[in-house]
């Protein structure tokens, strides 16, 4: 069986345009929270998500195919282009294009096209409805924006398990290629939902955060937590088998090595209380490596700020990590980029290669007040220089879909 390494990472995140701009700010604990500019908010409870910022799709495509697109495909081309380029995948030949494939979700895909396009369906009739609309708006075209940009002609699939998305994506990428079906796989995961129907849904689900202090909104683990911040952008991870990168001589980030995947069957929106479906994910990803809970030094969690996302969350570690756990640094990077939904897995894999890569564990910003029912090492408020061989990274979506991946230094 094969072994699947990391050869390149892009990302388009609220703190950060790119890679090295994200590890920067993780590092720095920068907080991307700050008021909605995308809407006017003078009828909404939520006054705050964290946006992208300063973002031209132009720089990855021609203005014409750019303005044919929603923004959540814009935002996985361009991770695509940079871990393409990383990878040293670019240019056309750089690659055979039938043994690479793409797996990359989408949450909710274009909710703001289907905003547009059903207000102009009920004031102009349905004859003016655009006729791009559906391939605008399906979540699947961020994966095909993503073959027909950089000429991939191999498996090209999209999950949707709301939360969990690009962590599924990225382990079952991982498996594609252990068992030879692709030597190469972008993975990863997009989102654009910060938009009026998609945020009013999800405040009358009562999950967001209501208040208008970006310090306290989003704030994992802590006591004060009520509800997420929504985030948007995405990130992309080429996945390559060992062999194929050292016959072109790649540079090696991490190896990817494990992979668990659970469902709940319990609830919707909650996840179980007892935390078994969590704690399964995370002892069947560890298992897959051929490690123990005593072998991993950090766990980016799922952490969401929410009331009781994170109390369920701690329960699950604590059962699959057992004693091991003393030795073990926990964080939430949702708290700098509030949650990207479909794209969250995959950003948060990114911040788990930092951590391997430069020895550095991101933080839990803005956290002041502990919770008993939250008993971890959070790694609170400044970023932890540590020697870290194997990080796993947690994402568990609505419906009870949760997924663990595992990352560790390449040997």
Partial sequence: MERVVITGMGAVTPIGNDVKTYMDALKAGKCGVAPITHFDTAEFKVKVAAEIKDFDPTQYMDKR???RMDSFCHYAVAAAAQALEQAGLREPGSFDPWRTGIIFGSGC???PIVETEVVRLHEKGPSRVSPLYIPEMIA???AAHISMQFGIRGESVCPITACATSTHALGEAMRMIRHGYQDIVVAGGTEAAICTIGMAGFQN???LYTGDDPQ???????????GFVMGEGAGALILESLSHAKARGAHIICEIAGYGATSDAYHIT???PEGEGACRAMQLAIADAGLTPADVDYINAHGTSTPINEKYETIAIKKAFGDALKSVKVSSTKSMTGHMLGAAGAAEAIACAM???DGII?????????DEDCDLDVCPNHAVQADVKVAISNSLGFGGHNATVLLKRYE
């Fill in 109 to 111: 895909g274009g909710l």
């Fill in 205 to 207: 689900m009562k999950a």
């Fill in 270 to 272: 909650s996840p179980d």
């Fill in 362 to 370: 991101p933080p839990t910003i803005n956290f002041v007040e502990p």
């Fill in 65 to 67: 195919e750019a303005k």
């Fill in 355 to 357: 951590a391997i890569c």
């Fill in 140 to 142: 699947n075209m961020a």
């Fill in 216 to 226: 306290a909104a989003s704030i994992p683990f802590d006591k004060r937590r009520s």
